[in-house]
C-alpha cells in the first residue's frame, strides 16, 4: 500500500509540473507585441480609415450666440519647460505657465 500510495504522488507531481510549465508557457506568450508602431498599422491618411475630409474646423470661426453673461478671459501660455520629475531626472515636457500640470482653473456659472 505504502508503495501505491508513493507511485500515485509521483504521478500527481509529474502532471503538476508538466501541466504548470504550460500554463507558465502560455502566460508567457503574450498576445500582445513586445513594441507597436502606430505608423506602420496601414491606416490611410487622415488616421484611423477615416475617409472624410482632414481640413477640420478652424477654431476662429466658432462662434456662440450672443449672451448677456459675463465673459471670463483666461490667458495660458503654452511653453516647452526642462521639469525636474523627481531622484534628479529632468525631462524637457510642455507646460503652461512653466507648470505641468497647468495652473488650475475655476469659475462659477453666473459670475463676472
Do not use: C
Not at 500515485?8 to 507531481?13: D, E, F, R, S, T
Not at 462662434?63 to 453673461?69: G, P
Not at 478671459?73 to 505657465?97: C, M, P, Q, S, V
Amino acid at each position: 500500500m505504502r508503495k501505491r500510495s508513493k507511485m500515485l504522488l509521483n504521478i500527481i507531481m509529474i502532471v503538476i509540473a508538466v501541466g504548470g510549465g504550460s500554463v507558465y508557457a502560455l502566460a508567457k506568450s503574450s498576445v500582445h507585441p513586445a513594441s507597436m508602431n502606430m505608423g506602420s498599422m496601414g491606416h490611410e491618411p487622415g488616421g484611423m480609415g477615416h475617409t472624410g475630409s482632414t481640413d477640420g474646423i478652424r477654431v476662429d470661426t466658432l462662434r456662440e450666440s450672443a449672451s448677456d453673461a459675463p465673459v471670463r478671459t483666461i490667458e495660458l501660455t503654452a511653453e516647452e519647460k526642462e521639469l525636474d520629475i523627481g531622484d534628479g531626472k529632468r525631462i524637457n515636457a510642455w507646460t503652461f505657465n512653466g507648470t505641468a500640470p497647468g495652473p488650475e482653473i475655476r469659475v462659477q456659472e453666473g459670475t463676472g
